[in-house]
């Protein structure tokens, strides 16, 4: 089984910056590098959307329209922890915020992940 913890959620000001941390742990995620990270998010009353994947395979990130140049993905295999340092942070970025794993493919579809976070809540708010 994979399990993976995300951290670092929180309340922040407009304009503020967060950084999320997601761990993967569990006998059959020896090989941490091989698997695309995505994160994702879902507000209340809407679908999970994507906000960001990484593939160490691809070697370029890749970002939802909404949050380009603003958020940030990236990843230490040596740790098997994927980041999403987050800055620029708008009231539209209130959501539970999740991780996900995919083994064998490199999508923004929410579907095609194996594995899932509990989810970590960030609330943008004055």
């Known amino acids: 089984q994979v399990q993976l913890v995300e951290s670092g959620g929180g309340l922040v000001q407009p304009g503020g910056s967060l950084r999320l941390s997601c761990t993967a742990s569990?006998?059959?995620?020896?090989?941490?590098?091989?698997?695309?990270m995505g994160w994702f998010r879902q507000a209340p009353g809407k679908e999970r959307e994507f906000v960001a994947r990484s593939s160490w395979s691809i070697g370029y990130p890749d970002y939802a329209d909404s949050v380009k140049g603003r958020f940030t993905i990236s990843r230490d295999n040596a740790k098997n922890t994927v980041y999403l340092q987050m800055s620029g942070l708008k009231p539209e970025d209130t959501a539970v915020y999740y991780c996900a794993a995919d083994q064998s493919d490199y999508s923004t579809n929410a579907a095609h992940y194996d594995y899932w976070g509990q989810g970590t809540q960030v609330t943008v708010s004055s």
């Open positions: 569990g006998r059959t995620f020896s090989t941490f590098s091989s698997y695309t």
